[in-house]
């Protein structure tokens, strides 16, 4: 709508280029660089240049990047977790991984190329011991790539390698995974993702899981204190005293109940119309037992939810997907 807009009165605005240049350095750059601080905390603290780079990155990019979920934003968010750590030699590689995301020929390709190039000369100019380790930096792996590794870790069983998010974070929980799977397969303790891993990778079964893990009840993880159970056990609990059962519900005991209940409600009808008692005064009576009964299926419903919690998290360790 602002390109056609700005189309359609070329011609007929003028905007003295004093004039532009006052509300960009005085409107534009102080709102934007305020917004690139929330998303990336310790940007405004950086050296001239790599701090422009930034601003550059958060202006064209949106700076909600630096916090936007997929791999589209891996580069982005593991630029803010640098920053955050003062691990600046890192940035110019990410900078360029993100290139991967036009063609050679794009403007927005060679940009990349450029503002890379400025954060390095900043960190010579500010931030010189992060600049004297710019050679020793491996190149920013591919978050796609990352991607695949993340995603057959866990259709090994590998499952501790954390979210399916295009990042390989030093000493985080991918890299514990893949070094974990280098161990297990007799190669070279790196974490890095290399043609010898893929290989592997593509050729290896699934984590065995043993007998005992894979026949385990509810029961076992309640004896081995596992928190999740023993919160779906207060909640059962509570729901119980709800519905003024017990923590022990199956699917017929549910049916059961809302027969009981159901029952209880025609019976309290049929029981105060012979009374003679009047119409709104029965209304009333009747009105109460249904808000009884909704209390109580409430309580049924969070004993459900409860249940149903308890389940997967029991499935979830038989297979190996939580300790």
Same mark, same amino acid.
């Given at each position: *709508?602002?390109?056609?807009?700005? @189309?359609?009165?070329?011609?007929?605005?003028?905007?003295?280029?004093?004039?532009?240049? #006052?509300?960009?350095?005085?409107?534009?750059?102080? @709102?934007?660089? %305020?917004?690139?601080?929330?998303?990336?905390?310790?940007? /405004?603290?950086?050296?001239?240049?790599?701090?422009?780079?930034? !601003?550059?990155?958060?202006?064209?990019?949106?700076?909600?990047?630096?916090?936007?979920? /997929?791999? &589209?934003?891996?580069? *982005?968010?593991?630029?803010? %977790?640098?920053?955050?750590?003062?691990?600046?030699?890192?940035?110019?590689?990410?900078?360029?991984? *993100?290139?991967?995301? !036009?063609?050679?020929?794009?403007? +927005?390709?060679?940009?990349?190329?450029?503002?890379?190039?400025?954060?390095?000369?900043?960190?010579?100019?500010?931030?010189?011991?992060?600049?004297?380790?710019?050679?020793?930096?491996?190149?920013?792996?591919?978050?796609? +790539?990352?991607?695949?590794?993340?995603?057959?870790?866990?259709?090994?069983?590998?499952? #501790?390698?954390?979210?399916?998010? /295009?990042?390989?974070?030093?000493?985080?929980?991918?890299?514990?995974?893949?070094?974990?799977?280098?161990?297990?397969?007799?190669?070279?303790?790196?974490?890095?993702?290399?043609?010898? +891993? +893929?290989?592997? *990778?593509?050729?290896?079964?699934?984590?065995?899981?043993?007998?005992?893990?894979?026949?385990?009840?509810?029961?076992?993880?309640?004896?081995?204190?596992?928190?999740?159970?023993?919160?779906?056990?207060?909640?059962?609990?509570?729901?119980?005293?709800?519905?003024?059962?017990?923590?022990?519900?199956? /699917?017929?005991?549910?049916?059961? !109940?809302?027969?009981?209940?159901?029952?209880?409600?025609?019976?309290?009808?049929?029981?105060?119309?012979?009374?003679?008692?009047?119409?709104?005064?029965? %209304?009333?009576?009747?009105?109460?037992?249904?808000?009884?009964?909704?209390?109580?299926?409430?309580?049924?419903?969070?004993?459900?939810?409860?249940?149903?919690?308890?389940?997967? @998290?029991?499935?979830?360790? &038989?297979?190996?997907?939580?300790?």
């Amino acid at each position: *709508m602002g390109t056609s807009y700005s @189309r359609a009165t070329r011609g007929q605005v003028d905007i003295p280029w004093d004039v532009a240049l #006052d509300v960009f350095c005085n409107h534009d750059l102080p @709102r934007f660089l %305020a917004i690139l601080e929330h998303y990336c905390p310790g940007a /405004g603290a950086l050296g001239p240049d790599c701090k422009g780079v930034l !601003w550059s990155i958060a202006f064209n990019r949106d700076a909600a990047g630096f916090v936007k979920a /997929g791999p &589209r934003y891996a580069e *982005m968010r593991e630029i803010r %977790a640098c920053v955050a750590s003062g691990d600046l030699a890192r940035i110019p590689g990410l900078i360029r991984s *993100m290139q991967r995301l !036009w063609p050679r020929t794009s403007g +927005l390709y060679a940009r990349r190329e450029t503002e890379a190039r400025l954060f390095e000369k900043g960190l010579a100019a500010h931030h010189p011991e992060e600049h004297a380790r710019l050679e020793a930096v491996p190149p920013a792996p591919d978050p796609d +790539l990352v991607v695949q590794v993340q995603t057959r870790l866990r259709e090994l069983g590998y499952y #501790d390698t954390g979210a399916v998010d /295009g990042q390989l974070v030093p000493k985080g929980r991918t890299e514990a995974a893949i070094l974990a799977f280098r161990h297990e397969h007799d190669l070279p303790l790196k974490p890095a993702i290399d043609d010898d +891993l +893929l290989a592997a *990778m593509a050729r290896a079964e699934p984590r065995q899981v043993s007998e005992i893990r894979a026949s385990a009840t509810t029961q076992d993880l309640r004896e081995q204190g596992v928190q999740t159970i023993a919160i779906t056990d207060q909640i059962k609990g509570w729901a119980g005293k709800l519905f003024g059962g017990s923590s022990v519900l199956g /699917g017929g005991g549910v049916l059961a !109940w809302l027969t009981d209940k159901a029952t209880a409600v025609s019976s309290a009808r049929d029981a105060v119309g012979g009374l003679g008692i009047p119409p709104a005064a029965i %209304a009333w009576l009747l009105a109460g037992v249904v808000v009884l009964a909704i209390v109580a299926g409430l309580g049924v419903l969070i004993w459900v939810v409860a249940h149903k919690i308890e389940i997967k @998290r029991v499935a979830d360790y &038989r297979t190996g997907k939580n300790t």
